[in-house]
């Protein structure tokens, strides 16, 4: 997930993230393996499952890292050369990868209300997956150092090694690359699957893999819930970009929750939204641009067009001169009602302990399914492929002191920007092609910041690249019809 942190949910998870605690020699790396069979897209599919741990090295072949992986087979492949091979992982910095294993890819997955509920507790309702991605693929998750089991070893610092964004992505690209040498995959076709900060690694993969004499061309990314420029969603003082990408989606949590009149646009969603995006930088982005010179009239008309538009008060918007930060949209716009909505879904929403708080006490999408993921991912791995790890778990919460200093895609005193990256790869690689999905109500990564992303010249070949949109939020696969949409999409894609 993106930047800000859910929990530790495991409260040893950043001390087993560091590397071993005393002076034994380092184990050989352990794997699980086993075969089993799933009905994805209606067909009957035997696939083998390998668990376990892949050391990566140094120059002089001492292991610095394990990275955990769950890789699926699908058997019966007579040429493996056709057969497409995803690598898929999450985001944060610092998730693993169970988010989108046991969300949606997978072939188990947990199954949460629709609707935007908290998840309760235990039992979870784990099934079989019909929207897995197997039949159409096979498929690697991972876990970067820190995440999952994933951790450093020896005296190797993850904080110097593998915490940031460069480190992440060369220390992913060599285990890429050691897959593809192990499982002999060099000439399949070959995909990228990653979520929020997981998109933003899959730009840095692109100057690994992608720029450089020892390339791994790529046949496909596909970008869950986009962030390849932290400036165009970042409300601090000063980005008023950061403003402008949000603003669709604040105007899209208002329509969810009739903060605004619906009637007025007829009850048309899509001419709604639209109206939204133009307002955004038709109107929102020139006002801010003007500042102080921005004439009284015109000012009024834009507090009253932002209010019509999201339901927040036009009081409201004179006082905080219509720039409204994401935590104060959060805790504003449902304050009448004692609630906050949610970060990752706006559908979200949860109680707040008082009604004068200028942010959320949390984020309702955020603890409303944590619980969930981690119970069903550890249950699968211990009771369906045998894993018996006895180590902490970090599902998201293990990796800190992230450095953000990205060379040429950004520093110390600018926004990390690696869609330069990505678009150099697809001007060097002209098979590379782009599936970017986006959750209408997702406020961390929003959709709006994405089509601005893509708008941008660099990226030449529109042709090449696909955006799609779910109601529903970061995570869109929590929402059912979602689901079977994004995984139509992603394989029609891969198709």
């Not at 209606?42 to 892949?54: L, N, P, W």
């Not at 869950?224 to 980005?239: C, Q």
């Not at 048309?268 to 102080?292: E, I, K, Q, S, T």
């Not at 492929?385 to 110390?412: E, F, K, M, S």
């Amino acid at each position: 997930m993106l930047r800000t942190v859910l929990a530790a949910l495991v409260a040893a998870g950043a001390m087993a993230s560091s590397g071993y605690a005393d002076d034994h020699e380092t184990p050989e790396p352990r794997t699980w393996e086993s075969r089993s069979q799933i009905t994805a897209d209606g067909e009957r599919i035997r696939y083998r499952v390998i668990a376990g741990e892949t050391y990566l090295r140094d120059d002089e072949g001492n292991p610095t890292a394990s990275i955990f992986s769950t890789t699926y087979l699908r058997e019966g492949v007579e040429d493996p050369t056709e057969r497409p091979v995803a690598f898929i992982f999450n985001g944060g910095p610092g998730s693993a990868s169970l988010w989108l294993h046991m969300g949606v890819f997978g072939p188990k997955r947990v199954v949460l209300p629709s609707d935007a509920e908290d998840d309760g507790a235990a039992p979870f309702d784990i099934r079989e997956n019909p929207e897995s991605l197997i039949d159409e693929a096979d498929m690697v998750f991972i876990d970067p150092v820190g995440t999952g089991w994933s951790r450093a070893l020896g005296d190797t610092d993850p904080v110097e090694e593998f915490w940031g964004v460069d480190e992440d992505a060369a220390s992913v690209a060599e285990f890429i690359r050691r897959w593809l040498a192990e499982n002999r995959r060099w000439n399949s076709p070959k995909y990228l699957i990653g979520e929020s900060y997981g998109t933003t690694r899959i730009g840095a993969l692109m100057r690994q893999l992608e720029a450089g004499w020892n390339d791994v061309s790529i046949n496909g990314v596909v970008l869950v819930s986009v962030v390849l420029d932290f400036k165009m969603d970042h409300t601090a003082p000063g980005n008023d970009i950061g403003f402008v990408g949000l603003f669709p989606g604040y105007a899209a949590t208002g329509w969810y929750h009739e903060t605004v009149d619906r009637s007025a646009w007829n009850n048309d969603y899509d001419a709604f939204l639209n109206d939204a995006r133009d307002f955004a930088v038709d109107d929102l982005l020139p006002a801010m641009v003007r500042g102080h010179t921005l004439p009284d009239a015109d000012r009024a008309n834009i507090i009253r067009r932002y209010s019509e538009l999201t339901g927040l008060s036009e009081q409201y918007l004179n006082r905080s001169e219509f720039r409204v930060t994401l935590s104060q949209f959060r805790t504003e716009i449902l304050r009448d009602q004692g609630l906050s909505v949610g970060r990752f879904d706006s559908r979200f929403t949860g109680v707040e302990p008082t009604g004068i708080a200028d942010s959320p006490e949390g984020d309702p999408s955020g603890y409303g399914i944590d619980g969930a993921y981690t119970a069903a991912m550890l249950d699968y791995f211990t009771r369906d492929l045998g894993v018996d790890i006895t180590n902490p778990y970090t599902t998201l919460g293990g990796v800190r002191q992230w450095n953000w200093d990205a060379g040429p895609a950004g520093g110390d005193n600018s926004y990390v920007n690696v869609s330069p990256w990505l678009e150099r790869a697809m001007r060097q690689n002209q098979d590379l092609r782009v599936l970017a999905t986006n959750g209408i109500y997702d406020l961390a990564t929003p959709f709006f910041a994405t089509e601005m992303t893509f708008n941008r010249p660099g990226y030449y070949d529109q042709d090449r690249i696909s955006l799609t949109y779910y109601p529903a939020g970061h995570m869109m696969y929590l929402h059912q019809p979602s689901i079977e949409q994004l995984a139509i999409d992603v394989r029609d894609f891969i198709e």
